[in-house]
């Protein structure tokens, strides 16, 4: 959640909290106008910090700068949708391996309280579900113990949330959402086990069923109906 203004250094930087915590939520849907004029006021900033943020916006790919006033969010690709999913079959597997070699008694208790209540996400999952599914994953990003993994897996999770939510607009019965509740037991099962191969092998096989698979699945098929 974005913090108030006066908990951080800069407008600029309050107004790209918000405006990147909208995006990721869906709150500003793929393609969505960012009119300077009227989003401004809306966030409590004047134009030129509102500027500086659609800029460091953009370098993340998130936001497409217009030629005049107006800029839009990012659309969701099919290419984008592959490359993260290619990103994930290597890195989280690599995670999850290194996790069984080098996890501590601390990082076994973070796994096991972020697993504790973690529910299969339905469609229009809340903020916080999100927020629970993430606080799994990297707990077990943490357990890697290698630091430049640890923030390319955190910086990919970002962009993937959008992904996620299109993946959730896939039918899947509640048998597929069990399945995936099994996979996040296995793997602190094989972690704490220190089964190495164990531990990339269920990683592998819970990204290739996931919501971002689906998602690139379902673009690659064709464009995102509108609703």
Partial sequence: ?????????????????????????????????????????????????????????????????GAHRDSRVAPLTAEEARDLLEMRRSLDPLAASLAAERRTKEDIRAMREAAEGLEPLHYGPSVEQLIAHRR???????????????????????????????????????????????????LIDCI??????GAASVMLRHINTSLGAKAASRLGRGPMPRS
């Avoid at 009119?35 to 916006?57: D, H, M």
């Avoid at 993994?149 to 509640?174: M, Q």
């Avoid at 704490?192 to 191969?197: K, L, R």
């Fill in 1 to 65: 959640m974005a913090q108030s203004p006066a908990a951080v250094s800069t407008k600029s930087e309050y107004a790209y909290q918000v405006l990147r915590e909208q995006i990721l939520s869906g709150e500003l849907e793929p393609g969505q106008v960012l009119n300077q004029a009227t989003l401004a006021p809306a966030i409590g900033v004047s134009t030129t910090p509102l500027r500086e943020a659609l800029r460091r916006l953009s370098s993340e790919g998130l936001v497409d700068l």
């Fill in 192 to 197: 704490v086990a220190g089964d190495v191969e």
């Fill in 136 to 186: 799994f994953h990297a707990a077990l990003y943490r357990a890697s113990h290698n630091d430049l993994l640890i923030a390319t897996l955190d910086a990919l999770w970002d962009k993937a949330d959008r992904y996620r939510r299109l993946g959730l607009e896939v039918p899947h019965g509640d048998a597929e959402r069990e399945q995936k509740a099994a996979e996040h037991n296995e």
